[in-house]
Structures are given as C-alpha cells and as structure tokens.
C-alpha cells in the first residue's frame, strides 16, 4: 500500500498540470484499487464523479465464470455480483444471483458450503492464476476493456466499479464498489442493489474496513 500510494500521488501530481485533467474522466485500475481512487477523488483533479475505479468488476467476473463451471451452464446465464471492497473484505450477493432467472438457491446441487467454496476460491484465484501462470494481466485487462468501452461509448453500462459513495445503502465518505451507470462523465448513478440484511451488514462492514486502511494511509502507518 505504502509503495503505490506514494507512486500513486506522483502520477496525481502530473495530472494536476494537465490542462485537460479537470474534463477528464479517471480510470483507477492499480492495488489497492479503492483506497487509490478515493485518493484520486480527493486530489480535485476532476468531479468526484469522473473518478472512478476496476473496483469488483473482475471479482464478479471471476465469481460468474466459477458458478457456471460448477452447474455446467454458460457463463453468460450466470448474473450474481461481488460488491463492496475489492479484497478481503468483498461480498457476494447470493440473495439476487440467478442461472437464466431462476434463483441460484433454488439450482439442485446449491448448498451453503458450495456457495462458500466458490466464493473462497473467487477470492483466491487472482493468487492462483499467479502461481500457475506467473501473472494475472489477461483477465484484468479484459475487465478494464469493459469499463473503457463504457466510457468511451458512454453506454451507461452497469458495472461494480468504485466511486465515492455519497449515501446509497448508508454508506458515505468512502470508495467501494455498488451497481453504477458507467458512461463518458465516469459513474453517471449508483444504484442500489437488492440485499439481504446478512449482506447490508457486510457492505457496511467493508466500508468500514476501506476506511480504516484509509485512516492508516493518512496518517502514514
């Protein structure tokens, strides 16, 4: 964190006397990815909403492409999402994921330790494609496509990406991932997603935990 933060800030600094900078629309995509984009947002550079982040855009992918090798369905036929921070702290969805409409709890074969195995593992695979390929760019770069194609076709795709939150869910003073309209001015809405209680209160504990570590990069720890 220490190391990328301060990288971080020097590339901030460059921007600031860019005399497009204040126009234009910021993609974070560097670790932390969170902590770094609400670092951008509080730099000024641009609006608070044309700073955006990857944010859970490939932990969601990731996650969908796993329930589909798991019930042997097509990837596209899986809509689940991970929302929240972008690490440790990250939360799936279960209450809304579905296979083609039909709610992922009700799948024969889905109990609550396969849905904690593959989450576990959505969690882990960045480190295992590591371990067994000696990088993860493939797949990041692949997510970042996603979110550039909104921006450049201001699509107002909805994508998790991080952006500051300002009161949706009860979550404020803090960027993590929600559902977002994505289009040319950065996060164009957040919306909220439909949660359980159980996962309400993980959102609210992730964006507890960013703003910790937050805390910590501020005061230099």
């Known amino acids: ?14 921007l600031k006397s860019t005399k497009l ?3 234009a629309t910021i993609l974070v995509v ?30 969601t992918c990731r996650f969908c492409s796993l329930l589909a090798d798991h019930f042997k369905v097509p990837a596209k036929d899986v ?14 969805i279960w209450s809304s994921a579905n296979l083609g409409g039909a709610p992922m709890a009700s799948i024969p074969g889905f109990t609550q330790d396969v849905a904690q195995g593959i989450f576990d593992f959505t969690k882990k ?9 000696g990088g993860a760019g493939r797949a990041v770069g692949v997510s970042i496509k996603e979110v550039v194609e909104a921006i450049a076709l201001d699509s107002g795709r909805v994508l998790p990406v991080s952006s500051l939150q300002t009161g949706k ?17 950065g996060a164009n809405e957040v919306l909220a997603p439909g949660v359980n209680d159980a996962e309400r209160d993980a959102l609210h504990a992730s964006a507890a935990a960013l703003k910790e570590v937050l805390g910590q990069v501020k005061a230099g720890v």
């Open 21 to 23: 900078a204040a126009d």
């Open 1 to 14: 964190i220490s190391r990328n933060v301060g990288l971080f800030n020097s590339i901030l600094d460059s």
């Open 79 to 92: 809509n689940a999402l991970i929302l929240g921070g972008h690490g440790d702290s990250m939360v799936p």
């Open 169 to 185: 869910m009860g979550i404020s003073d803090i960027s993590l991932s929600l559902p977002t309209r994505v289009g040319r001015n």
């Open 125 to 133: 695979s960045g480190a295992e494609v590591i371990r067994l390929k």
């Open 30 to 59: 560097s670790n932390p990815v969170d902590i770094l984009t609400h670092i951008a947002v509080e730099s000024g550079i641009t609006s608070p909403t044309r700073t955006i982040g990857l944010g859970t855009v490939l932990d």
